[in-house]
């Protein structure tokens, strides 16, 4: 079964708060994994962005949300208690809490809307552009995760334009830079030898002050769906055969056939093949190209800032 979104948690959390004097975080996400009979491939399951566990993440916001609207109350780091509006809420359960039936039945919540509501750039309405919030059932965190997956997207089809466009030259230099950024050759020790007599290698990488250990480095600017076949992948080994070298890194803007992966797998080299979209993916990753222009800071409780407040 997949991870339930928060707002499927609510309820289930509710009752489970009934059962005890208090709950624990930890303690509700044991119970609750196995009520929702998530496998263990579901609870290590983590955002792409953040490395967060997406079960953990989504019953916090599950307490969260329970606990702005009164139904909760928090007891200390980590733990909740029931509230007699959260008893009564028991009386005559709906069918699922959503965030809509929290925003509708109790004040808490809604008072806190309205306050972040009071300016129109605030408005949770500009912001979702009217999303129902019944089917909206992701958590604001997740929100942020997709629009920031939705604007990497939008990054790196900029960034391919921008490489396909560049000169075949400039392309080189392009490779060379981005190994620099992935750490080899980070000590001057990279350099671009692609031109007329080549021989197949159009930049070299030594790993070492000593030249020992070497790296060979080919770069094809092609358009999307000219592939990259398998008599360039045994071009290269053989060029990488003339010298010696072991190691090699294939980049292209375009993609390899099956053939090249094939040929490239069957290689007595440790050959690596980067296709354009691992390419520009590698690039946002260590901005090659590009800049960071805005941070937004996540911020949580200290509760070490607070508990050694007493001691």
Known sequence: MAVPDFQSIMLPLLKLSASVEQLKNQDARAVLAREFRLST????TAYQSSGQNIFNNRV??????LKASGLLKKEGRGSYSITDKGK???KNPPEKITVRYLTENYG?????KEKTNSSPSNSIENQQN???EDTCSKTPEELLEDNFTILNSLIKEDLYEKVVNVSNDGFERLIIELMKGLGYGSRGLAKRVGGAGDGGIDGIITEDLLGLDTIYLQAKRYARGNNIAADKIREFVGAMDGKGVNKGVFV????FT????ESARQSHK????INGNELTSLMLEHGIGTRTYKIFKLQRIDEDFFDNLDD
């Open 60 to 65: 916090a916001w599950a307490f969260a949300y």
């Open 88 to 90: 009564e809420c028991l």
């Open 270 to 273: 440790s050959l690596k093949l």
């Open 108 to 112: 808490d919540l809604r008072k806190k």
């Open 258 to 261: 099956k053939a090249a992966l």
């Open 41 to 44: 491939e579901d609870l290590e």
């Open 130 to 132: 009217n999303v129902n």
């Open 252 to 255: 292209t803007t375009s993609d």
